[in-house]
């Protein structure tokens, strides 16, 4: 009877386990999704950069501000981008995987439509759903420097 009972504990218990299992994204997969972002980004590629974000996504840029939530509302942010700038170009991205987060740094050079340009480095820390898309993004720069540099 022990037996039994161990044999159903284990049986129900792997089920679970199976239940719970979901694809997990690889380190690589998870660096040529942000690296794909970026490109998508500097680029003003509205569509290249959403794609990787669910539908409830969540944006803080920077932390400390009201959040982004939704597909729709990342957009309506990003379609902001080419209306004060002429360009942006990547200097550096360093992406650390680790299980489905990464974190991020990186440094980019923007070109405001007055011809000033700037240097704004940043830390990003990115969640996957089980989707593999973008469920959580958090940016951590100087947002004081940044509107400065705006203004300027």
């Known amino acids: 009877a022990l037996a039994t009972a161990l044999m159903i504990l ?6 679970r386990v199976e239940a719970a299992a979901t694809p997990e ?13 970026f490109a998508g980004l500097v680029s003003f590629d509205v569509q290249r950069v959403v794609q990787h974000y669910a539908d409830d996504a969540v944006l803080e840029d920077p932390v400390g501000t009201p959040p982004m939530v939704g597909k729709q509302a990342i957009i309506a942010y990003l379609e902001t981008f080419p209306t004060l700038f002429n360009q942006m170009k990547l200097y550096s ?19 405001t439509k007055s011809g000033k340009a ?22 951590f720069f100087d ?6 540099q705006l203004q300027g």
């Open 10 to 15: 284990f049986a129900s218990s792997a089920a």
């Open 25 to 37: 994204l690889t380190p690589q997969q998870i660096e040529a999704i942000i690296e794909d972002a």
């Open 93 to 111: 991205l360093d992406i650390k995987p680790g299980g489905q987060e990464a974190a991020v740094t990186w440094r980019l050079r923007f070109t």
């Open 118 to 139: 700037f240097f704004l480095e940043g830390i990003g820390h990115f969640k996957f759903n089980q989707q593999g898309k973008v469920q959580t993004e958090k940016q």
């Open 143 to 148: 947002l004081a420097y940044f509107l400065e």
